[in-house]
């Protein structure tokens, strides 16, 4: 079974500074693996992605994610927070495998706050 | 273009009654999901159609719980006999399939009284 941690329940970050958000997971093959992000009252965006190739991978609004496969994770990260990256952030795994289930497992999230 | 969307953006209900959610995905899109997002809780899997496949249906809670999609695009849940734990965000996404992203829809915040 697939599954994915998100240690921290929120982040507390000053504008400026870089941010990470963590995320660990765990799947039986190669995984596929997601950052999205959830504004209050709306649904969820989509914001990067790992499926092979390069370990760090870029996304929206300046995120930026990096695959460590021997430490099984995916660690959001971005050098310079903004007071509007304040949300919820979601890991989330999908195991590729012909076994796997093919929706996403999602964290538990976690809660972002820019103080200005 | 259009993303997802969903109806209604809010449901109030009363306990013991019948209540559906509709999801319009993507045009093209042919993996439509159907997740529950709840107080506490963090986001769970429901139920997965690709295609013409037979739905992955591993994450309804109980049988009081079906979904069905129509001609591979419109999608409806369909809770019966609602109970007050049933209260949640109801959300919809969809895919071009494999390792595409997911497209999410606003939700359905389902309310049982």
């Known amino acids: 079974a697939q599954s994915v941690a998100q240690p921290e329940d929120q982040v507390n970050v000053a504008e400026g500074n870089p941010l990470t958000v963590k995320c660990t997971y765990s799947v039986s093959g190669n995984p596929y693996l997601f950052w999205y992000v959830q504004y209050p009252n709306r649904g969820l965006q989509f914001l990067l992605k790992?499926?092979?190739?390069?370990?760090l991978v870029k996304g929206s609004y300046g995120f930026e994610a990096e695959f460590n496969k021997s430490q099984t994770s995916f660690h959001l990260k971005k050098p310079s927070a903004l007071v509007s990256d304040s949300a919820l952030y979601f890991c989330a795994v999908r195991d590729p495998g012909g076994t796997g289930r093919r929706a996403l497992t999602f964290g538990s999230g976690t809660r972002l706050q820019v103080q200005p | 273009g259009a993303g997802v969307s969903q109806s209604p953006s809010n449901k109030v209900t009363e306990k013991g009654k019948d209540v559906e959610l509709r999801c319009d995905p993507i045009s093209g899109h042919t993996a439509l999901y159907w997740y529950r997002q709840s107080l506490g809780q963090g986001l769970e899997f429901l139920i997965y159609?690709?295609?013409?496949?037979?739905?992955?249906k591993s994450g309804l809670p109980s049988d009081r719980f079906s979904a069905e999609r129509t001609g591979g695009s419109v999608s409806t849940l369909t809770i019966q006999r609602t109970q007050q734990e049933d209260s949640a965000v109801y959300l919809c996404?969809?895919?071009?399939?494999?390792?595409?992203?997911?497209?999410f829809g606003p939700g359905t915040r389902l309310t049982v009284l």
């Open positions: 996404a969809s895919s071009l399939g494999g390792p595409h992203e997911q497209f």
């Open positions: 790992y499926i092979t190739g390069d370990n």
């Open positions: 159609f690709q295609g013409n496949s037979a739905p992955d």
